[in-house]
DNA sequence: AGCCAGGCTAAAT
DNA sequence: ATTTAGCATGGC
């Protein structure tokens, strides 16, 4: 049998930085609480003085899920020594202590960030959520109201595109519904990724359509683990640029070099700093 | 109105 | 080997 409720304790987890820093789409607060669906888990979380509070729609008999997702036995002080010791990285992290990496599934994941291209945080939530609505699974949050689950690569599949354009996709609906078909007709295997290293899981990541090198390394850090992967979008390359190299232009491929190799064995770590330090900062002017 | 958004692809230098 | 349009859609 069951609880409905948990305390994970755990010290130096900014929660709200954390679901709310482009990680996850589904996450949203509520009063004290952020609410969300790990996979048909519909859960609240609270952030305490020592830990988290987990509270459940419905019975749960292992949290192990839980404590998956969140990362909670990540040692982050460990992993911020690893960072380089320099002026951008100390800000980045001053600005946002406790932030953490999520480990979120594949497909999700995946599917999410085929999405996100050229699109506002926002508006990745946007079509996401209206996603959920025409192809998840409905069910009933803490409070009674209706949620979905993210939709499976099987009903995205046995979608057509004008379906999924209708979601406000736009050029981005060939892309999820080839990536859907492939998982779902067993082409492509989500699973088989972790056996990769590195760079051979990047590549293979990118043999689907939609998915290049930044797609590629936002899956394998936020679902897969890999930690040296470092996404570079528009404002990691502003970040770069303007904290690293403010005397000249850098070419892109000279940003991703010294990315590659200045931040350290936990750079996508670093990365997630960055561009919480960056987006904040853009927000306050 | 025009520019930009957690990019990728194919075409053009 | 690098740089550049085109791609839907919406917010400012």
Same mark, same amino acid.
């Given at each position: 049998m069951g609880a409905l409720e948990i305390f994970l304790p755990v010290c130096d987890y900014h929660l709200a930085a954390t679901l709310d820093s482009g990680q996850v789409f589904r996450w949203r607060q509520n009063r004290e609480a952020w609410e969300g669906i790990i996979g048909s888990h519909c859960l609240q979380l609270t952030q305490r003085e020592n830990g988290i509070h987990a509270a459940a729609a419905r019975p749960v008999e292992s949290w192990e899920f839980l404590r998956e997702f969140l990362q909670t036995k990540t040692d982050l002080a460990a992993v911020l020594k690893t960072f380089p010791d320099d002026e951008p990285m100390r800000r980045a992290i001053r600005a946002c202590r406790g932030l953490r990496l999520l480990r979120q599934d594949p497909w999700e994941c995946l599917a999410s960030f085929i999405l996100s291209s050229t699109k506002q945080i926002v508006q990745i939530r946007q079509?996401?959520?209206?996603?959920?609505?025409?192809?998840?699974?409905?069910?009933?949050?803490?409070?009674?109201?209706?949620?979905?689950?993210?939709?499976?690569?099987?009903?995205?599949? *046995?979608?057509?595109?004008?379906?999924?354009?209708?979601?406000? %996709?736009?050029? @981005? !609906?060939?892309s999820l519904l080839n990536a859907a078909r492939q998982i779902a007709g067993r082409e492509f295997d989500l699973e088989q990724i972790r056996q990769l290293d590195y760079g051979q899981a990047r590549m293979k990541l990118m043999t689907l359509r939609g998915v290049g090198g930044k797609i590629a390394d936002c899956v394998l850090l936020f679902a897969y683990g890999y930690d040296t992967a470092f996404p570079v979008d528009v404002w990691i390359e502003r970040a770069l640029q303007e904290l690293y190299f403010p005397r000249w232009r850098a070419s892109a491929q000279r940003l991703r070099n010294f990315a590659n190799t200045h931040f350290g064995p936990h *750079?996508?770590?670093?990365?997630?700093?960055?561009?919480?330090? %960056?987006?904040? @900062? !853009?927000?306050?002017?």
């Open positions: 079509i996401i959520a209206l996603l959920g609505e025409r192809f998840g699974e409905p069910m009933k949050n803490c409070d009674g109201q209706t949620v979905f689950t993210f939709p499976t690569p099987q009903k995205i599949a *046995a979608a057509t595109e004008a379906e999924l354009r209708a979601c406000k %996709m736009g050029f @981005r !609906a060939p *750079a996508g770590y670093a990365q997630q700093y960055l561009f919480h330090y %960056m987006r904040t @900062r !853009a927000q306050a002017g």
